[in-house]
């Protein structure tokens, strides 16, 4: 029986819920995906590469920024197409240095000058072949910001790493080292890319679970270093042999906003589906 009590109880119930103060927090990280063409193409191929994607890209309704990273003879022309498109573009990496004689370098500066927008940096292929430290990552990501160009980051363990267990550990040196320097507004323009580097090139992606398991781990980190609302807004890219078979489920998990992709991007029709995978 509905008694009249229960009744009287159950609308108090329904009062106290509506009259609670709403805290709705609205998320307002954006999904990225980019392509890191790494040192492929010639330059008719990289040019009819752009050519499809942008004309790929206007007739779909993407839930994501995209962004393409080819070789830096390439730049300026991808950043002519991005004028005229939705596209982005991003370099491969810069020098720690200004200006000067570095000879065979390529600056903050003058990427700058051709309009680009993003850059990646700490690509474990630039720490493994080039031995780059966390003291340069750091410096150039400065470089960067000074520039106004937002650095892709990439963190990630090596196999090793991983069965040893001391995967966290890696990762949460590298940004502390990298990145943790920064403060909030300059953090605010910085993307992470989670690549574990035994995924990367092999076949062998990270499971939806293990990425998730990073990706929060990575956003507790920046979380307890600059505070909620900055934790919210980071992108956190994943990147490791992700496809158009796996984009979707790796996208869905809660702390993934987008891929870092490498051999996927290199064939427009891989990279708008991957592109295509946000729910
Ligand atoms: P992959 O490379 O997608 O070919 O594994 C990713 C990367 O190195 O950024």
Not at 261 to 275: M, Q, R
Request: hydrophobic fraction near 40%; charged fraction near 25%; glycine fraction near 6%.
């Amino acid at each position: 029986m509905f008694s009249l009590l229960r009744f009287k109880s159950l609308s108090l119930k329904i009062k106290s819920v509506l009259l609670r103060p709403i805290n709705y927090t609205i998320i307002m990280r954006k999904n990225i995906v980019a392509g890191n063409w790494k040192m492929n193409k010639t330059f008719s191929e990289a040019e009819e590469l752009t050519d499809q994607i942008v004309l790929e890209m206007e007739d779909k309704d993407l839930k994501c920024e995209l962004v393409v990273c080819p070789p830096s003879p390439f730049l300026e022309m991808a950043s002519d197409y991005a004028e005229e498109s939705r596209l982005k573009v991003g370099a491969q990496n810069i020098s720690e240095h200004e200006s000067g004689a570095y000879t065979g370098e390529i600056s903050a500066p003058m990427l700058d000058s051709i309009d680009i927008e993003y850059c990646i940096i700490g690509h474990s292929e630039r720490r493994k072949y080039f031995n780059e430290t966390d003291q340069q990552l750091a410096t150039k990501v400065d470089l960067l910001l000074d520039y106004g160009i937002k650095p892709i980051f990439c963190v990630g363990e090596v196999l090793e790493e991983r069965e040893s267990n001391t995967h966290f550990d890696v990762v949460k040196k590298q940004l502390g080292n990298g990145l943790f320097h920064l403060n909030s507004d300059e953090f605010s323009n910085v993307v992470i890319a989670y690549e574990p580097v035994w995924a990367i090139g092999t076949g062998k992606t990270a499971s939806p679970e293990q990425a998730q398991e990073m990706h929060a781990f990575i956003r507790k980190l920046i979380l307890e270093k600059y505070g909620k609302e900055t934790a919210d807004e980071v992108s956190i890219l994943y990147g490791g042999s992700c496809n158009p078979g796996n984009a979707k489920v790796l996208f869905s998990q809660a702390d993934v906003d987008g891929g870092l992709i490498g051999g996927a991007s290199l064939k427009a029709n891989d990279f708008l589906a991957i592109a295509s995978s946000f729910e």
